[in-house]
Each structure stands twice: as C-alpha cells, then as structure tokens.
C-alpha cells in the first residue's frame, strides 16, 4: 500500500522506526509538536496539511495524532480515506498498549508524562532549559520567577514522572532521557518543595506499526470514508464519524 502520514513532531523517533520495519511505501509529513495547547490552531494548520495530500498518489492517509484538545475533530478528505487512533493523546500510542497504560495509571494516577520527543522540543517542568524553549515555544520571554509560577500551576496536581521510552530506541537515548527526567525531578522536588516520585514505563511499538502496516482493528483505530469527517463521542471520550 501507499500511505501518507501527517504526525505530530513529539513521535518523531518511534515513527520513523516503525516505518523502517513495514513493507509499505510511506511518505510522512511532520507537524511541530504543541499544538495541542491551540485545538483550533491544530485543526487549521492538520486541515491544510489534509487538504494537500493529492488523492491520486496514496491509497490511505494516516493522521498519527489524538484527540489533543478536539484539534483533530472535523478533519477529512474528500477522495481517500483517513485512518487514525481511537485514543485521545500521544501516551498511549507511545506506550504501545491501551490496557497497560490504563493499569498504570490505575495503579499510579495523578503521572505526569515525559518522553525523549516532548524533552527534545517542548518546556518540560524542571527542565534546565525551560525558559529557553518556553520563549521558542510561545514567542514570550519570561524570567526565572514566572517560569516558578507557571511550572507550580502545571504540577500542582501530580505526584510523580514518568519517563516512557522504547527499548528499541537504543541505551543512548533511554540513559538522556531518565537522566533529563531525574534532574527535572530534582529541581522540583529541591527548589520548588514538591514531593514528586520518578517512575518509568518501558512502552513498545505494538500501536504505531499497527498504523503503518496497515492492520487497523476496531479496538484501536477508526476509518473515516472519503467525504466524511471525524468526529467525537464525549460520552466514549473517543472518535466517531460524521
């Protein structure tokens, strides 16, 4: 098959290792990751990337992303048909299991995610570099007191960390990535007096080379016809289509 995918920046890695091992022909089209902090600028900037895909060039169009805010709700395309996860974010796809994941946080709730790809291009609360990607991010300067402010307000309701990565990423990028999420856990357990645990989640690729080998269950993914929309169940807290 010939597959187009429009993903989000923060799977970037575990994306592009998941295209490696699949037999189809895959072209994918990164976003920047954030935008889920702006559903209708998500929606806006996926609608046009949706909108470019020519029709007679790919079979399916797989857009790699959740729910994030409802951004991605009323996307379509009118000749092919769009195929994305029922899940409402990124951490699930990064775990690779919605069950493991659901028992993680039923065992360990009030986890507030890390991976290598929102350390990589995102603020991360305790993170050295907090303010500099924060001004990247949003185009605003803020000082060291601000930066406080905000990363109280995003922790406030949390009781750990936790880092998930990919064994198949590599002992590299695993040892950056808990080192990072540690020294974010120092500075706000140290600084800002929170008493916050680490955790970690060893995911797998289980979900995402589903995506790209084309094995689209019920239970994880919804197919969306030409001409249709996506659309949301508030009641399931999953996508539908309209």
């Not at 995003?154 to 540690?182: C, D, H, S």
């Not at 970690?200 to 589903?210: A, C, I, N, R, W």
């Amino acid at each position: 098959m010939k597959l187009k995918i429009i993903s989000c920046n923060v799977m970037k890695r575990e994306l592009c290792y998941s295209i490696s091992r699949t037999s189809n022909r895959v072209d994918v089209e990164f976003l920047y990751q954030g935008l889920h902090e702006f559903p209708k600028k998500l929606n806006k900037i996926l609608g046009e990337a949706v909108a470019g895909v020519k029709r007679d060039e790919y079979d399916f169009l797989l857009i790699n992303y959740g729910l994030c805010g409802k951004g991605t709700a009323g996307i379509g395309h009118p000749w092919l048909p769009i195929v994305i996860n029922k899940k409402q974010d990124c951490i699930p796809l990064l775990v690779g299991d919605y069950e493991l994941y659901m028992n993680y946080l039923k065992e360990k709730p009030a986890t507030f995610w890390y991976s290598y790809g929102w350390i990589e291009g995102f603020p991360m609360p305790g993170g050295s570099d907090y303010v500099q990607k924060y001004s990247e991010f949003y185009n605003m300067k803020i000082t060291e007191k601000q930066r406080e402010t905000i990363e109280r307000m995003l922790i406030v309701n949390y009781q750990r960390l936790t880092f998930v990565y990919w064994e198949e990423l590599g002992e590299k990028i695993y040892r950056l990535g808990r080192e990072y999420t540690l020294k974010c856990l120092d500075y706000l357990n140290n600084h800002l007096g929170f008493n916050l645990e680490y955790g970690e989640l060893k995911g797998k690729p289980d979900l995402l080379q589903k995506l790209v080998n084309g094995e689209w269950d019920d239970a994880n993914f919804v197919i969306v016809p030409p001409g249709k929309k996506l659309g949301y169940d508030p009641l399931e807290n999953q996508f539908t289509v309209e």
